[in-house]
């Protein structure tokens, strides 16, 4: 508490209070933290000592990463371009070209700058998010069918079929809207990127190139871009992987939609919606949907999306941007340059929480972690975010509110890169911040002042899964990137509620999804706490494979699980009393 003085100047009681910057420091045990923000954010100039400093601090840690003994990427072939800006300008910048670049066709490369361009792919979302706010015509609360009639002439026959009447434009924006992730691109069936070996050597049946469950278009990288009609014809007759606003999980398909309601409502292209409402307004004249020449941009060694046309899918993924355009960007949200201020403060808040940690949320389209590692007395503090990624490109813009900071982190290259950017810049940057501010606090308000008046994890775990006499949880725990110690990690599988009752029978649909187990020999990272949400990452010849509908028979117990990806029954066996027993199935095709 502060300290309260009374004197006596010989005419006149009054009271006094010392104002000292008290630091609140969280108790250990306690379950709540004061809340925050803990400090004004700083004014920084790029000529303070203090951004001084903390220059210095970065371009350390901009070494450490390039030359660091524990660089986990090869600088031989990824290159960089990172930037730090306040809402009124850019603070910090740091520059990377590798020393092995891609195929440059219409003119020679050059060296990163501010103003070269990157494929910030997912990143787009924001831009389409910001594009709706600022058309009037368009409510968040309406029905996408509003906007896109032609989604109600859905599939009639299934089902499973999603009624797009009961999804609103937030629900698409938020990702919970329940539908599929793909309309068919990177399906293992045919996309020998996901899956470079021959599916069939890893326990998938075969499936013809030209089967009616196969998208129409860019399958692969050879084929056509996606139209709009393409869109909406594989939306309305994909199954939804959850009921609307029931849990969150990543769509881009709901992003192609949204894109094309804005095309419909406006009359303009894509493009040239974010073009008039966004870019020219912010002076982003590096920045388009349209591939700049070579020479303006960074093209990566090995396979890359760098010429790829996204087509009707450009709201999902296909932006091209720069950091010196991306700064202008984030200063735009942070200062609520084109919003009114409580427009960018609802823009800005979560709208569910992720199923796959305690920490993160999901916004419109925001990444959010609340993270209490950043801050010396583990108070909380929101991390609001977008990655993305393309072949040979990740990316990632980072919004500090509490600080008035923005980041942007893009790479050409190994996408490793990205994650050991962020986690060492974000571990160097709110620490040093948070130090200024409170010697800053501490300078502007310490002084007097005379007062005048006044098992046990979630859903059901995996411990074999076995497809045509091939390991498939080996299979899949390779397709997400688990390591081959089964010990390390597990697959389980989570209710989504889904349920369809006929007679004696009923069918509930749950979803597989891959988990690492905790590691205590691990070195804590700022983002453990950070876990995105995901339970529809692979399909196989137009179905997922993570969905497994359960049959259960007339007394209530499960018979049987239907795993359509695999083309396939599987018929449960009860476990013996030496088998393990609880929260398990075992898996074993009949």
Same mark, same amino acid.
């Given at each position: 508490?502060?300290?309260?003085?009374?004197?006596?100047?010989?005419?006149?009681?009054?009271?006094?209070?010392?104002?000292?910057?008290?630091?609140?420091?969280?108790?250990?045990?306690?379950?709540?933290?004061?809340?925050?923000?803990?400090?004004?954010?700083?004014?920084?100039?790029?000529?303070?000592?203090?951004?001084?400093?903390?220059?210095?601090?970065?371009?350390?840690?901009?070494?450490?990463?390039?030359?660091?003994?524990?660089?986990?990427?090869?600088?031989?072939?990824?290159?960089?371009?990172?930037?730090?800006?306040?809402?009124?300008?850019?603070?910090?910048?740091?520059?990377?070209?590798?020393?092995?670049?891609?195929?440059?066709?219409?003119?020679?490369?050059?060296?990163?700058?501010?103003?070269?361009?990157?494929?910030?792919?997912?990143?787009?979302?924001?831009?389409?998010?910001?594009?709706?706010?600022?058309?009037?015509?368009?409510?968040?609360?309406?029905?996408?069918?509003?906007?896109?009639?032609?989604?109600?002439?859905?599939?009639?026959?299934?089902?499973?079929?999603?009624?797009?009447?009961?999804?609103?434009?937030?629900?698409?924006?938020?990702?919970?809207?329940?539908?599929?992730?793909?309309?068919?691109?990177?399906?293992?069936?045919?996309?020998?990127?996901?899956?470079?070996?021959?599916?069939?050597?890893?326990?998938?049946?075969?499936?013809?190139?030209?089967?009616?469950?196969?998208?129409?278009?860019?399958?692969?990288?050879? !084929?056509?871009?996606?139209?709009?009609? !393409?869109?909406?014809?594989?939306?309305?007759? /994909?199954?939804?992987?959850?009921?609307?606003?029931?849990?969150?999980?990543?769509?881009?398909?709901?992003?192609?939609?949204?894109?094309?309601?804005?095309?419909?409502?406006?009359?303009?292209?894509?493009?040239?919606?974010?073009?008039?409402?966004?870019?020219?307004?912010?002076?982003?004249?590096?920045?388009?949907?349209?591939?700049?020449?070579?020479?303006?941009?960074?093209?990566?060694?090995?396979?890359?999306?760098?010429?790829?046309?996204?087509?009707? !899918?450009?709201?999902?993924?296909?932006?091209?941007?720069?950091?010196?355009?991306?700064?202008?960007?984030?200063?735009?949200?942070?200062?609520?340059?084109?919003?009114?201020?409580?427009?960018?403060?609802?823009?800005?808040?979560?709208?569910?929480?992720?199923?796959?940690?305690?920490?993160?949320?999901?916004?419109?389209?925001?990444?959010?972690?609340?993270?209490?590692?950043?801050?010396?007395?583990?108070?909380?503090?929101?991390?609001?975010?977008?990655?993305?990624?393309?072949?040979?490109?990740?990316?990632?813009?980072?919004?500090?509110?509490?600080?008035?900071?923005?980041?942007?982190?893009?790479?050409?290259? !190994?996408?490793?890169?990205?994650?050991?950017? /962020?986690?060492?810049?974000?571990?160097?940057?709110?620490?040093?911040?948070?130090?200024?501010?409170?010697?800053?606090?501490?300078?502007?308000?310490?002084?007097?002042?005379?007062?005048?008046?006044?098992?046990?994890?979630?859903?059901?775990?995996?411990?074999?899964?076995?497809? /045509?006499?091939?390991?498939?949880?080996?299979?899949?725990?390779?397709?997400?990137?688990?390591?081959?110690?089964?010990?390390?990690?597990?697959?389980?599988?989570?209710?989504?509620?889904?349920?369809?009752?006929?007679?004696?029978?009923?069918?509930?649909?749950?979803?597989?999804?891959?988990?690492?187990?905790?590691?205590?020999?691990?070195?804590?990272?700022?983002?453990?706490?950070?876990?995105?949400?995901?339970?529809?990452?692979?399909?196989?010849?137009?179905?997922?494979?993570?969905?497994?509908?359960?049959?259960?028979?007339?007394?209530?117990?499960?018979?049987?699980?239907?795993?359509?990806?695999?083309?396939?029954?599987?018929?449960?066996?009860?476990?013996?009393?030496?088998?393990?027993?609880?929260?398990?199935?075992?898996?074993?095709?009949?």
């Amino acid at each position: 508490m502060p300290v309260l003085y009374q004197y006596h100047d010989g005419s006149v009681n009054s009271f006094v209070i010392w104002l000292g910057l008290l630091c609140l420091v969280a108790i250990v045990s306690a379950s709540c933290q004061t809340p925050g923000p803990a400090f004004p954010p700083l004014r920084f100039t790029n000529s303070s000592a203090s951004f001084k400093e903390l220059s210095a601090k970065l371009n350390a840690v901009i070494s450490g990463c390039l030359h660091g003994e524990d660089a986990n990427w090869s600088e031989d072939t990824t290159s960089f371009a990172v930037q730090l800006t306040s809402a009124d300008e850019t603070l910090w910048s740091s520059y990377f070209t590798a020393k092995i670049l891609g195929e440059y066709e219409d003119s020679g490369p050059t060296l990163v700058t501010g103003d070269t361009a990157f494929r910030a792919a997912s990143i787009t979302k924001t831009f389409t998010v910001y594009a709706l706010l600022l058309e009037s015509r368009i409510n968040l609360e309406d029905p996408i069918t509003k906007y896109l009639p032609a989604l109600k002439d859905g599939s009639k026959n299934d089902r499973w079929a999603v009624d797009f009447d009961q999804i609103t434009i937030r629900s698409l924006a938020s990702q919970l809207s329940g539908i599929a992730r793909e309309t068919g691109q990177s399906d293992l069936a045919l996309d020998r990127n996901e899956m470079p070996e021959d599916p069939l050597k890893n326990g998938f049946p075969p499936i013809a190139a030209d089967d009616e469950h196969l998208g129409p278009c860019q399958k692969t990288e050879n !084929d056509r871009p996606c139209t709009g009609s !393409d869109i909406i014809g594989r939306a309305r007759n /994909r199954s939804m992987v959850f009921y609307p606003n029931y849990r969150t999980t990543y769509s881009n398909v709901a992003y192609s939609l949204l894109g094309l309601a804005l095309e419909n409502v406006t009359g303009q292209a894509f493009p040239d919606i974010v073009a008039s409402s966004i870019l020219r307004p912010l002076g982003m004249h590096n920045t388009s949907f349209t591939k700049p020449n070579d020479s303006d941009g960074i093209i990566p060694y090995g396979f890359n999306n760098w010429r790829t046309d996204l087509g009707a !899918d450009n709201p999902t993924g296909g932006i091209y941007c720069t950091t010196n355009d991306f700064s202008k960007y984030l200063r735009s949200i942070l200062s609520s340059k084109l919003l009114p201020r409580v427009v960018t403060n609802a823009w800005l808040k979560p709208h569910s929480w992720t199923m796959s940690g305690v920490m993160s949320a999901t916004g419109m389209p925001w990444e959010m972690l609340r993270s209490t590692k950043l801050t010396k007395d583990g108070r909380g503090v929101d991390v609001i975010t977008k990655a993305g990624g393309l072949w040979g490109y990740s990316s990632l813009i980072v919004l500090m509110p509490e600080f008035g900071l923005g980041l942007t982190i893009l790479v050409a290259g !190994d996408h490793r890169a990205l994650g050991e950017l /962020r986690v060492r810049l974000t571990s160097t940057i709110v620490p040093t911040i948070e130090d200024f501010a409170r010697m800053e606090t501490q300078r502007a308000f310490a002084g007097s002042y005379a007062a005048i008046s006044t098992e046990d994890g979630p859903g059901i775990r995996i411990a074999a899964w076995v497809s /045509r006499d091939v390991d498939f949880l080996k299979v899949y725990g390779h397709l997400n990137g688990m390591p081959d110690n089964k010990d390390a990690w597990e697959a389980r599988l989570i209710p989504s509620n889904l349920e369809h009752e006929d007679g004696f029978v009923r069918e509930e649909i749950w979803r597989a999804t891959a988990i690492r187990k905790p590691n205590a020999d691990r070195k804590s990272s700022v983002w453990d706490d950070f876990c995105s949400t995901d339970v529809d990452s692979f399909s196989y010849g137009g179905f997922s494979i993570e969905e497994f509908r359960f049959v259960r028979g007339r007394n209530g117990d499960v018979e049987s699980v239907v795993l359509n990806g695999l083309r396939i029954t599987l018929f449960k066996e009860e476990l013996s009393q030496n088998n393990e027993r609880g929260k398990q199935v075992t898996m074993i095709q009949e």
